[in-house]
């Protein structure tokens, strides 16, 4: 018992190894008291086994962050290569290439990131808007040149007004990143929505999402009370039915509204997921880093899945990746970025794709590219330039 006070002590002091904040933090998650407040009986009994599985995940989690970049390096040099952007397996080329939108392959113009302030005034977050854009009660809200909100503490914080909230909405084919006033970074993926409170209060950091985004979640200590040292503040995100529960950690949510499953993968750190069915019967799963938690939305369990986390960072780098992926899972991640409807004609259960794309290239070279396996061709239906939809037809 004596290692585990040590490994409190180094962790209250702040000079605690990644290793073993990571074991702190998870008996944390699953005593649901502070760290703080941790006693003998509750370490005792995790202790030996925490540290040695936590070894093993973060020794795991390196090992696969590392070999992200090369990946990535690899993929761009191979588009660059191939020049059409996407490559496929078992393709054919004897096809007819896919029609071009009217206006474009990107979405419409005036699409434009919007802010939300807890009075209700929306701020359009266009390319001119840089620089301060509003000030709340103790806040300044400021726009980098390359497409930042920065939330920055003045005047010492004054008006705390835990009840104000600010909406931050992303349009189809943009995505947008957010600094809140505790320093947590979080990266908002196309057609997403996070709500969010001005101030944060000292028991929790709590926000809202609708859509995707990447999180990376500063640790916050706030005092345990008098004659006890201070604890770390968790932060918690609310999807739906689901609610996921970190210290300081990176993860990511997938919980788009018209999606049947809520994805949570892990890449650092410590979470646990928990969720509510209709008959208010909890269930909770605590995440290694390398595995996602499927929130299957007509069931009331969780499953845990293995998952490349270069797969879970792709979006943030501007790619998509399909990983043997049905073609109506991809079309929803396409129209989700491109801006349209979409149709299908013939059984599509069985129609897969494996590759990758770059985001920033134009949409009717992916739609080439997969009519080459002569699996499926696309028809391109545009009434007007705010009607876009692409009709997939089964081919064999």
């Known amino acids: 018992m004596k290692k585990a006070d040590e490994l409190l002590d180094r962790y209250h002091s702040g000079e605690a190894?990644?290793?073993?904040?990571?074991?702190?933090?998870?008996?944390?998650?699953?005593?649901?008291?502070?760290?703080?407040?941790?006693?003998?009986?509750v370490l005792l009994e995790d202790y030996e086994k925490g540290r040695k599985r936590l070894h093993q995940q973060i020794g795991y989690q390196e090992k696969r962050i590392i070999k992200l970049w090369p990946r990535v390096a690899i993929a761009a040099s191979l588009l660059m290569g191939l020049t059409i952007g996407f490559y496929f397996f078992n393709s054919k080329s004897n096809t007819e290439p896919a029609q071009e939108f009217v206006s474009g392959t990107s979405v419409k113009e005036s699409s434009e990131v919007i802010l939300t302030l807890a009075n209700g005034k929306r701020i359009n977050l266009n390319d001119d808007n840089v620089g301060q854009v509003a000030e709340e009660e103790g806040l300044n809200i400021k726009q980098t040149s390359d497409g930042q909100l920065i939330y920055t503490v003045i005047d010492g914080g004054k008006g705390d007004n835990q009840s104000n909230y600010n909406i931050i909405e992303t349009p189809v084919g943009m995505q947008y990143t957010v600094i809140l006033p505790d320093g947590s970074k979080i990266w908002l993926s196309s057609a997403s929505k996070l709500r969010y409170p001005t101030h944060f209060s000292g028991k929790e950091r709590k926000v809202e999402l609708s859509g995707e985004a990447y999180f990376e979640v500063k640790s916050v200590y706030a005092s345990a009370g008098k004659n006890a040292s201070t604890k770390k503040v968790p932060f918690i995100v609310t999807s739906g039915n689901q609610t996921v529960e970190v210290l300081g950690t990176q993860f990511n949510i997938s919980a788009y509204k018209d999606d049947a499953v809520i994805k949570t993968a892990l890449l650092e750190g410590a979470v646990k997921v928990s969720l509510k069915d209709k008959k208010n019967i909890s269930s909770e799963v605590f995440l290694k880093p390398g595995q996602m938690a499927l929130n299957k939305l007509n069931n009331s369990a969780l499953e845990i899945n293995n998952v490349d986390v270069e797969d879970v960072l792709a979006w943030r780098e501007g790619y998509f990746i399909f990983n043997n992926e049905n073609i109506r899972d991809?079309?929803?991640?396409?129209?989700?970025?491109?801006?349209?409807?979409?149709?299908?004609?013939?059984?599509?259960?069985?129609?897969?794709?494996?590759?990758?794309?770059?985001?920033?290239?134009?949409?009717?070279?992916?739609?080439?590219?997969?009519?080459?396996?002569?699996?499926?061709?696309?028809?391109?239906?545009?009434?007007?330039?705010?009607?876009?939809?692409?009709?997939?037809?089964?081919?064999?």
């Open 17 to 41: 190894t990644p290793e073993e904040k990571a074991i702190v933090e998870s008996w944390y998650l699953k005593s649901k008291k502070g760290a703080s407040d941790l006693k003998h009986e």
């Open 330 to 396: 991809i079309m929803k991640k396409v129209s989700r970025w491109y801006g349209f409807e979409v149709e299908y004609q013939g059984d599509m259960s069985d129609v897969e794709f494996q590759g990758n794309y770059l985001r920033t290239r134009n949409l009717s070279n992916l739609l080439e590219m997969l009519e080459m396996t002569n699996k499926v061709k696309f028809k391109i239906l545009q009434k007007n330039s705010l009607e876009r939809r692409v009709l997939v037809i089964r081919k064999n």
